[in-house]
T-cell receptor
């Protein structure tokens, strides 16, 4: 079966750095997405990785290792508005998105 | 104006009632999707459509049906609603596979079945 694992919840301090991990086992791989979802709102796109390595976009970076079935999202200089759920999703061999359950990130002052 | 809209935004209904959730998009995308989201679970795909004449079942299609009336419109129906269909429902669109396939989501419909 297809499976994506993320921690359920993480807590971090404003101004700090946090890393959210995602491991996956899917039928094929055509890329990995990270989305942000504030409570009660729609998911919004953060990043896409299809090749191994680090993609940096402002305060957010995403890393992929296809051989290990592993990705992480790195958030720097945390702000209170970063409190949200972060969803990892893999595009499988049929180009369907398989979603993780999401990691709820709580930012404390 | 939002690119992907959903109506209604909230709905409370009773067991056995027929319900239709509507989705419209102005992004010009060919692909449209219906998901449900439950606490502690990931987004689960109900149905998807790659163009007006193409409808496909997703992971959890039982108890649901869809209609793709036009490129811009994709409706989800619950023929006879039951309480375990209480969830947050999202419509999404994307351009085409083989590319980015980034999905753009509507604001969601919160459905409660009593």
């Amino acid at each position: 079966g297809q499976n994506i694992d993320q921690p359920t919840e993480m807590t971090a301090t404003e101004g700090a750095i946090v890393q959210i991990n995602c491991t996956y086992q899917t039928s094929g791989f055509n890329g990995l997405f990270w989305y942000q979802q504030h409570a009660g709102e729609a998911p919004t796109f953060l990043s896409y990785n299809v090749l191994d390595g680090l993609e940096e976009k402002g305060r957010f970076s995403s890393f992929l290792s296809r051989s290990k079935g592993y990705s992480y999202l790195l958030l720097k200089e945390l702000q209170m508005k970063d409190s949200a759920s972060y969803l990892c999703a893999v595009l499988d061999s049929n180009y369907q998105l398989i979603w993780g359950a999401g990691t709820k990130l709580i930012i404390k002052p | 104006d939002a690119d992907v809209t959903q109506t209604p935004r909230n709905r409370i209904t009773k067991t056995g009632k027929r319900i239709m959730l509507e989705c419209s998009q102005t992004k010009g995308h060919d692909r449209m999707y219906w998901y449900r989201q439950d606490p502690g679970l990931g987004l689960r795909l109900i149905y998807y459509s790659f163009d007006v004449k193409d409808i496909n079942k997703g992971e959890i299609s039982d108890g649901y049906s869809v209609s793709r009336q036009a490129q811009a419109k994709f409706s989800l129906s619950l023929e006879s609603a039951i309480p375990n269909q209480t969830a947050l429902y999202f419509c999404a669109t994307s351009d085409r596979a083989g590319d980015y396939n980034e999905q753009f989501f509507g604001p969601g419909t919160r459905l409660t079945v009593l």
